[in-house]
């Protein structure tokens, strides 16, 4: 078999590069493998059943915990025990767009330049300014609703949906940062809005989404992780849109093709890929002309590592053992203590969050780490379900609704910074349930260092529960999970400094792509994928416009 | 894309619930507004309740077991204490610490898999109002149109 | 007018208001079937178009039961108006004027594309009135006339007793929530004008032609061509699109469009449930279809009349697990069947 592009993986980065080459050449020849297979969206019964019991069916696609004494897992740790890859990604069609929660954020210019600023890594080998457009593209593909009046960023379109206002619940919080003069905002939401009239009269602002779509509208429904309305953007649903009518002739997409290895012609050139088949179990060759490997930033790192020849010893791309390193993620917190008296009957109306905060996602704190704070849909505790289901009478319920006995919660997350050392690699021979070969990490870090940092977040974060009357003394619980594992296969001006150059071309290697979080230089206090799609967007058009092979 | 519903294949080969016993789980579900006073309109949601039966079914054949045999237990129980003893037990006689694994008894079904799941539904169908707020996960509130009322409460209004 | 007058009058007004609704009901099935007899692997411009004509006559069947509810009525979706086919659409015992050929449930096929031409064609054309009514000396209306009627009864009623009319309770209709694919916003029915609107919408979306004037054409200028059903289904049947420079008049002159007949579910016609052996898969298959299609149409029918929530699930649930299924029985070969007929649902009211 022989194709013009492989793209390895079918999530967010995929899809915006599959659909930007088709735009281009409606003839193209774009062959996509993806490992997993298909999960049944916005199916009506499952949804119920995640209502039931927050079970969605794709969560079997993820990576089982790490092995224990007694009970057989999948992948290792080395090092800091918490980074977990469980629930982390989605090996399925749509990757992990399935399960993600669509928090769409830009970078922030200093982002761009954390060796400058901080000495910290590398300097990204372009800025802002030169996303800014894709990202505008990108806030389109994804079908964003957001605050295009938010000054925190030079924007030069409108987000395509309005922004979701304030809930009641999160008042309490904004009042109580608006008395600890802390900046907050709207979250920008992957959340189908409702398209706005035009007219001569009175034009809609450039950017403003005008047509109505196929794919519906966000009803507030509140069981995002299921959307039964597909209104949460997961690749899936757009990739079907690709497929639906044939009308591509050379787009194909395989499932269960589980990619082994890239096949090397000579040192600047790959010619193929090897995958074999879940179903029959047979290996298989693809030539192509082009590679994109757009699999999530964990497995585009290591198919580069267990792709090898003479030229390529350790790896393809790896002649300065970079690629797999600089592993970083988001360490998710949630800062949580005891709510006073609930009088206004705050609950949860929403399953995403509406407010938060970029005040600290800032120059001034780029040095010791930059942070997020995110007033969660259930910010205070109150389930009412919950509460009916364990018996309580009706007048209990009020007590516990509008008493004191509920806890009030702060999320965030934070940027630590990639270190050497800390790095991802294959555990040949050794394979998961999806048939990939098991993950070993490597990552170590100064807990004394982030302890101290965190107990400045903390301090920053007091004054906030103390306006709301609230007497915030624990710590936070903290999560390492992967979900925002990024860096392993870093983008850089100099090829001894990195994996992959400014158009995403892996270093020394004419035809290879990485569209994946390791292309990241560094992360940002930030979730990764508006910017990843970005970065797709902007790998198509170079592509399409004859750059590159 | 069309995408087949998703049905377990036992579930295709199973005959529908009676009337008596779809009857039975709706009065359990009735009764889970009586319980907690809820003030929604309880009769609209009838047709949505009986699609609601017909896919728990559909996802796992077990359900239909634990439906007829739900039903037959509370009607004897209902029999055997009168109606509103028999829902007390069913909704408030309940552990300290929610149960896992293969019920112990026919009331710990009758109570996971009937009463729980029924409290959730009705909840999200619109019993949830009856606490103060206008949104609910599993309620379908709407969308976030200009000009419209915010489809939640609002910060502020 | 004199109480008793206006009584009367707005009774037969939700008659014709309650027949509106049950005529885009009826054109459903026909669109659905036909549309899911497109072999998914071409005609994908074809398949388009009708899915788009579906999708606005759903919207006219919500825009028609909110004028209904907005003037007080309750409108009845059930057992004894659902449409059986083959469908003649009449109007007090007569067919209409325009509507005198019968309406199948069959596969997507040239004399189908004309069909739905016909159910389609805007007014005027010539018809010999006179030829359908050789008994009674009463002409029977065109669906246009039949609209119009109707607007002129929401006209005169609202005029002679301003603020009596639209009395309904505005919770009962469904509003833009419930609308997102296009094809015209699903409004809400207050007074009069929002009613002409609604209707109007109905019979434009219908009939209504592009922008041929010069002055019109230039105001569109880089729009995609909207065009009424009766268009779209022309385009599939001449294959070949409509260019803005067309006559409305006259058949398309613009790009062709692929049209392959024989690239279909080879169904059979109006297929009853009585067609199907007891005990065949296709009956079986049928049965659990119209089940499906009995509840969806039961939550419809709640949510028009009071529980405007009740459409997600009807559309949700109900529609999805239809078309599962009536894939599914198009694919399953007719049991007894020489020429390779293939089944297909029924669409009847099961209790």
Partial sequence: MKVGTVIIGSGVAATAVAQTLLKADSQASVLILEAGVRVKTKDYGLWEHYLLTRQAPYEQYTDLPYTTRDIKGENKIAGAADVTLNGARVFAYGGSTLHWGGWSFRLKPEDFYLKTNTGNGIDWPFDYDDLERFYCDAESHLAISGDSADPLLPRSRAYPFRKFPFTAMDGVIADAMEQANILYSHMPIARRGVPVHSSPAAPAQPGASTEPSRHAPCQTTGTCKYCPFGARYAACNYLDDLTEWNEWPGLSVRLGAVVDRIIIDRKRKVKGVTFWDRETGDLHDVEADRIIVAAGAIESAKLLLRSISTDWPSGLGNGYDLVGRYLVTHPYFIFETKFPANPKRLQAEMDFPTLVSRHFDSRAEQERGKFLLVAPPDAISFNLAEALQKGHSRQKVEELLVGDANRVRLHGMIEVFGQAGNRVKNILNDYNRIGLPMTQVEYTRDDRAFEERMAEVQSKVVPIFAAMGANLTEKPTISWRADHAASVCRMSKKETEGVVDADLRVHGIDNLYVISNAVFPNIGAVNPTLTLTALALRLGEHLSSGGGA | ?157 | MTDQEFEDKRRSLLVRLQLALELEWATLPPYLVALLSINRDVNREPAELIRSVAMEEMLHFALVANVMNAVGGNPVVGRANCPAYPLKMTFEGRPFADRTFPINLERFSKASMATFMKIEQPGPIAVDKALLNVVLDVPAPTIGEFYAEIIELLEELDTVRHGELFIGNQARQLGGDFFWGGGGALHLVTDLNSAKLALDTVVEQGEGAWPWSPERLAAAAGEPLEMGHYYRFSEIFFERHFSKHDDPGKPPTGAPMRVDYAAVSPIKQNARASDFPEGSRAAELNRIFNIRYTMMLRQLGQAINGTPDALYTAIMNGMHGMTSIARELMQTPMPGSTSGETACPTFEWVD
């Fill in chain 2, 1 to 157: 894309m069309y995408q087949r519903k998703a049905i377990h294949p036992l579930s295709q080969l199973m005959s529908p619930l009676t009337p008596a016993t779809i009857d039975t789980l709706w009065d359990i579900f009735v009764a889970v507004g009586e319980q907690w006073s809820l003030t929604d309109e309880v009769t609209s949601y009838r047709l949505r309740f009986e699609t609601f039966l017909e896919n728990r079914i559909a996802i796992s054949p077990v359900y239909r077991g634990y439906y007829v045999d739900g039903a037959v237990f509370v009607t004897d129980l209902v029999a055997e204490l009168g109606r509103l003893p028999a829902y007390n037990r069913l909704f408030k006689q309940k552990p300290r610490v929610a149960p896992s694994g293969i019920p112990a008894t026919r009331l710990e079904a009758a109570q996971r898999y009937l009463a729980n799941e029924f409290i959730v539904l009705r909840l999200a169908l619109g019993g949830f109002k009856s606490f103060g707020s206008i949104n609910y996960r599993g309620y379908f509130g709407g969308a976030n149109i200009e000009g419209e009322p915010t489809p939640y409460r609002e910060r502020g209004k």
